[in-house]
Nanobody
Framework: QVQLVESGGGLVQAGGSLRLSCAAS????????MGWYRQAPGKQRELVAA???????NYADSVKGRFTISRDNAKNTTYLQMNSLKPEDTAVYYC?????????????????WGQGTQVTVSS
């Protein structure tokens, strides 16, 4: 079983910055894609950014040029640097990680979600 622990959310004024972190732990053999989603009140959960094991990235159009996703493979951790925040970025942000656990014949694919961290941007 793989657990994800998120940190870094909070309250910030428009134009400010926050950095979210998500650390994965457990019997991890390898991690493929790591990503961040967000869900605002009354809206569907949407992809914010994702990063592959090779470093390829994908961003929602609404955050391009403002948000940067990165990862530290040695720490099984992904980061989301959020700059020039806007009130419409207010949401609960969820980390998600996919990969493989176990070893030998016990190796299995996994997909895990973090508990979510609140980001609130005031105008």
């Amino acid at each position: 079983q793989v657990q994800l622990v998120e940190s870094g959310g909070g309250l910030v004024q428009a134009g400010g910055s926050l950095r979210l972190s998500c650390a994965a732990s457990g019997n991890i053999f390898s991690i493929n894609t790591m990503g961040w989603y967000r869900q605002a009140p009354g809206k569907q959960r949407e992809l914010v950014a994702a990063i592959t094991s090779g470093g390829g990235t994908n961003y929602a159009d609404s955050v391009k040029g403002r948000f940067t996703i990165s990862r530290d493979n040695a720490k099984n951790t992904t980061y989301l640097q959020m700059n020039s925040l806007k009130p419409e970025d207010t949401a609960v942000y969820y980390c998600t990680v996919g990969g493989t656990t176990g070893s030998g014949s016990l190796r299995r694919g996994f997909g895990s979600w973090g508990q979510g961290t609140q980001v609130t941007v005031s105008s």
